[in-house]
Nanobody
Framework: QVQLVESGGGLVQPGESLRLSCAAS????????IGWFRQAPGKEREGVSC????????YYSDSVKGRFTISRDNAKNTVYLQMNRLKPEDTAVYYC?????????????????????????WGQGTQVTVSS
C-alpha cells in the first residue's frame, strides 16, 4: 500500500526556516516526480514545488521561488522541501504526492506547472504556521 508521510512542520516566526520531509513506504519514490502542495484554511490546494525523478527538472510557484528548495534522496526514499525566509502567507498544511497520471510519471508535467489532478496518494500533511 502506497503511503507517504510528511513531517517537519511547526510554528516559526517570519524570516525563519523549516525543512519538510516526505518519506514513502510501500512505494519507491525514485521512479516518480514528487510534488509539494499546500492548502490554507478556506483556500484550494495549490502546487508549491515539484522535482522530477532524476532531479533534472524542478518547479517552483512564483510565491516561493527563491525561498524554497526541493531535493530528493532516492537512497532514503525521501523528498525534502527547504523553506527559508518564511512569510505569514506560507501558513498552510503541506502535502507531498507522486505524479500518478496524465503523462510520464517521472516528469512533473508535460508542459507548464504541475497539475494537481495528476498527483495522488496523499499523506496526512504537516502543518506550517508562520506567525510573530
Amino acid at each position: 500500500q502506497v503511503q507517504l508521510v510528511e513531517s517537519g512542520g511547526g510554528l516559526v516566526q517570519p524570516g525563519e526556516s523549516l525543512r519538510l520531509s516526505c518519506a514513502a513506504s510501500g512505494f519507491t519514490l525514485k521512479y516518480y516526480a514528487i510534488g509539494w502542495f499546500r492548502q490554507a484554511p478556506g483556500k484550494e490546494r495549490e502546487g508549491v514545488s515539484c522535482i522530477s525523478s532524476s532531479e533534472s527538472s524542478t518547479y517552483y510557484s512564483d510565491s516561493v521561488k527563491g525561498r524554497f528548495t526541493i531535493s530528493r534522496d532516492n537512497a532514503k526514499n525521501t523528498v525534502y522541501l527547504q523553506m527559508n525566509r518564511l512569510k505569514p502567507e506560507d501558513t498552510a498544511v503541506y502535502y507531498c504526492a507522486p505524479r500518478r497520471r496524465g503523462g510520464p510519471l517521472y516528469y512533473c508535467s508535460d508542459y507548464g506547472p504541475p497539475r494537481l489532478s495528476d498527483f495522488g496518494s496523499w499523506g496526512q500533511g504537516t502543518q506550517v504556521t508562520v506567525s510573530s
